[in-house]
């Protein structure tokens, strides 16, 4: 639901938020509540663009909510989803060379340029920067949010060593712009940029506005390949390594049997059937001159 002010031009969004038990909550209900709590901001965003671009200029402001910070009662998807926006914007931010520092990012609001970026869409929804499907979609629905509020990206870490020795494969059916592609493997990334979180680069080749999408396909038979895959992953070596497929389509599909967890931007998003798209130069963003 929303409107946009006849006098200020500004377009106010409002979510419901149902309350709900934790466990009572399906993957049903989950997805549809992801997909209506950040959908709107994409999609608004894209609505007003046109306009601002006719102007010379606006600004988008996304508020994501406080609750998940006030640890509020019976709203845990709803603050997973408001959360993922403040996840969502530091992330974007690092990879498009804004400093953390207020001071330092109001000062290239104000001198920067505006450089045009393409977005994926994972089933519908929204990303900036990788779709994770299968090992690290798994990390991130196991992370307690109270544990990362705690210890930070270590507990992705921590997690991630505990589900990487029990991890199983899972039959991936890719298809990249109508060409096919299957094998057992225990991850596939899908990367609209480069950085896949702080400085490590898991697709080196990928580029935020070439109007693709790169896929980093792990493919393993066994326990010590997998662990060879990241090791090699870890330092920057794994591109060309035995087993590790890249793939650049604009559009891909992805089956798994038995189906795994997705992953967007670092954020749960249901799981596997998924369809992939890229949207060219569909946000435009400030960035240093």
């Given amino acids: ?6 006098e200020t ?3 106010d969004i409002s979510i419901a938020r149902k ?4 466990d009572e909550v ?5 997805d ?15 609505a007003v663009l046109p306009s601002m671009r006719a102007r010379g200029g606006g600004r988008i402001v996304n508020i994501g909510s406080g609750s998940w910070k006030m640890k509020s009662l019976d709203l845990s998807v709803y603050a997973t989803a408001k959360s993922a926006m403040l996840g969502f914007t530091r992330v974007l931010a690092r990879e498009l060379g804004i400093p953390a ?13 505006l450089r045009p970026i393409d977005l994926g869409l994972a089933n519908g929804v929204p990303f900036a920067l990788m779709a994770g499907v299968g090992f690290d979609a798994a990390v991130v629905r196991s992370v307690e949010p109270r544990i990362k509020s705690i210890v930070g990206a270590f507990a992705y870490i921590a997690r991630g060593l505990s589900v990487l020795s029990k991890h199983p494969l899972s039959r991936f059916a890719v298809t990249a712009d109508g060409e096919r592609f299957d094998g057992d493997a225990w991850l596939a990334v899908v990367a609209n940029a480069a950085r896949y979180t702080y400085h490590w680069r898991l697709a080196p080749g990928a580029s935020i506005d070439d109007g693709w999408l790169d896929m980093c396909l792990f493919e393993s038979r066994s326990r010590a390949q997998t662990l060879g895959q990241v090791l090699a992953a870890l330092r920057g070596r794994h591109v060309g390594r035995l087993g590790v497929h890249h793939l650049r389509a604009r559009r891909f599909h992805i089956e798994c049997h038995p189906p795994v967890s997705v992953q967007l931007d670092g954020d749960a998003a249901g799981r596997t059937p998924l369809d992939l798209d890229i949207l060219p130069g569909a946000l435009t963003v400030v960035v240093p001159r």
Wanted: net charge positive; hydrophobic share 45%; no cysteine.
């Fill in 9 to 11: 031009g500004i377009w």
């Fill in 32 to 46: 549809d509540r992801i997909a209506v709590n950040l959908r709107p901001h994409f999609f608004a965003t894209q």
């Fill in 26 to 30: 399906s993957a049903d209900y989950f």
């Fill in 1 to 6: 639901m929303g409107s946009v002010d006849p």
């Fill in 19 to 22: 309350r709900h038990k934790l």
């Fill in 101 to 113: 520092a207020p001071d330092r990012a109001i000062q290239l609001a104000a001198a920067g340029r």
